[in-house]
Every structure is written in structure tokens, then in C-alpha cells.
């Protein structure tokens, strides 16, 4: 399995609504990251976690609030979002520390902020 | 900082033919890793070929190949025998060989394929 699977592929949210975004992987992967990418703009980093814990936060609002439940289980959650954060949200993950290979990601979320 | 440039925002080419993407980065370490990564219209980013600096062969993958200069620090991308399915954003990443994790991306190129 060398798939990333992001949980909804689409999601269309008011300013005032909570709402989750889910990415799980299976592949024994340590770190697992959040990217923000606007159209036609590479993506940004958000988050990154290593074994569970939080060890990049690219100064990133407190409306959106990561979680690493698990090793395998990443979410994003959305509060209180801005029409601005409209954009495709992509969570990616990579063996971990020290492992020099590629970052595997998934197909990411449209958000759509009303 | 470590920066990307892609200098050309779009480029074209014709089924079968060869196109070249261009890539130029600026770092002060000596290891690292270039990637470059397909984005389709279907969103999902698709590793193309990964360069390690220590190695001096060029990396090559199938249709895909790299021309990986050094001291130029320059990493285009190359590819043969174009088909339609090569349409899409194709960026240039960095990343440091140590435990730093972040990617750092250019700002891409679009290529369309004609038939």
C-alpha cells in the first residue's frame, strides 16, 4: 500500500462551522505533513509531525488546529475558517528523520470557504 | 534560505516529441535532494525522479531524466517521447538531507501536450 487517503475530497464550509479534514497512510511512514496550495501556486507547508508529535507549525493561524491521533492517522481541524483559506489542502508523509526519500501525498481537499 | 526557480511558467510541446523543464536552486550546503513532482488536473502530486547531490550520475527514470549541474546548481528535466498523459504542473523541489523536513518548491511550470 503506498497510498495517502484524504477524507473529503471536497468540502464546502461556512465561516462559522468546525469541520475535520483526514489523511491516513499505511505505510509505516513517521512523518506526516500538511501543505495549503492555492490555484496555480505551489503548496505551502503548514505542519509537520514526526512519531506523533508536533515539530513544525509554519505560523499558521490557530483556526486551523492538527492532530496526530496515530502513527498511520493525521487531521486538520477548521474553525472559524476565512473566505482566504479557500484552497486544496494536501497531506503528504514520508519514512521519517534521516530517511532520505521522497514524501508520498495524497489527492487532497477542496475547501471552500463561504 | 534555500530558493526554487522555474523560469518558465508554461511550456508546450508535440506527442512524441522532447521538452525540457528548466530548475535553477540556491543553497550554501553541499547535501541535498532535488525532486521534481507532476501535479494532473486530478490534484494529486506524483513523485517524477529524485537527484541525491552526492551522487554525479544523472537520475533517470523510463522517459524521464534529469541534467543535474553542481556548481551550476541548476536540474532540468527532461522528457522523451512525449504522450498526453505528461500534461500538468510540473515543480521543482529542494530538501536538505538532514532532518530539517520541509520541501521547498519552485513555482512550477504547466505543460500541455498537443496531439
Known amino acids: 500500500d503506498t497510498e495517502v487517503t484524504q477524507t473529503p475530497k471536497h468540502l464546502v464550509m461556512g465561516m462559522t462551522n468546525k469541520k475535520s479534514l483526514k489523511c491516513e497512510q499505511h505505510?509505516?511512514?513517521?512523518?506526516m505533513y500538511w501543505y495549503k496550495q492555492k490555484a496555480k501556486k505551489p503548496p505551502e507547508l503548514m505542519f509537520v509531525?514526526?512519531?506523533?508529535?508536533?515539530?513544525i507549525n509554519e505560523s499558521v493561524p490557530s483556526r486551523f488546529s492538527p492532530e496526530c491521533p496515530n502513527s498511520s492517522l493525521l487531521n486538520l481541524h477548521l474553525h472559524a475558517l476565512q473566505p482566504e483559506d479557500s484552497a486544496l489542502y494536501l497531506c503528504?508523509?514520508?519514512?521519517?528523520?534521516?530517511?532520505?526519500?521522497?514524501?508520498?501525498f495524497g489527492q487532497g481537499t477542496r475547501l471552500t470557504v463561504v | 534560505a534555500q530558493t526554487v526557480t522555474q523560469s518558465q511558467p508554461e511550456m508546450s510541446v508535440q506527442e512524441a516529441e522532447t521538452v525540457t523543464l528548466s530548475c535553477t536552486y540556491d543553497?550554501?550546503?553541499?547535501?541535498?535532494?532535488l525532486f521534481w513532482y507532476k501535479q494532473p488536473p486530478s490534484r494529486q502530486m506524483i513523485l517524477v525522479i529524485r537527484?541525491?547531490?552526492?551522487?554525479?550520475q544523472n537520475a533517470t527514470e523510463n522517459r524521464f531524466s534529469v541534467n543535474f549541474q553542481k556548481a551550476a546548481k541548476s536540474f532540468s528535466l527532461k522528457i522523451s517521447d512525449s504522450q498526453l498523459g505528461d500534461a500538468a504542473m510540473y515543480f521543482c523541489?529542494?530538501?536538505?538531507?538532514?532532518?530539517?523536513?520541509?520541501?521547498?518548491f519552485g513555482k512550477g511550470t504547466l505543460l500541455t501536450v498537443n496531439p
Open positions: 543553497t550554501s550546503e553541499s547535501d541535498y535532494y
Open positions: 505505510m509505516g511512514h513517521r512523518a
Open positions: 503528504a508523509s514520508s519514512p521519517g528523520p534521516l530517511k532520505n526519500t521522497e514524501a508520498f
Open positions: 509531525y514526526s512519531y506523533e508529535k508536533l515539530s
Open positions: 523541489a529542494y530538501r536538505s538531507s538532514g532532518s530539517n523536513y520541509k520541501l521547498t
Open positions: 537527484q541525491e547531490a552526492y551522487k554525479q
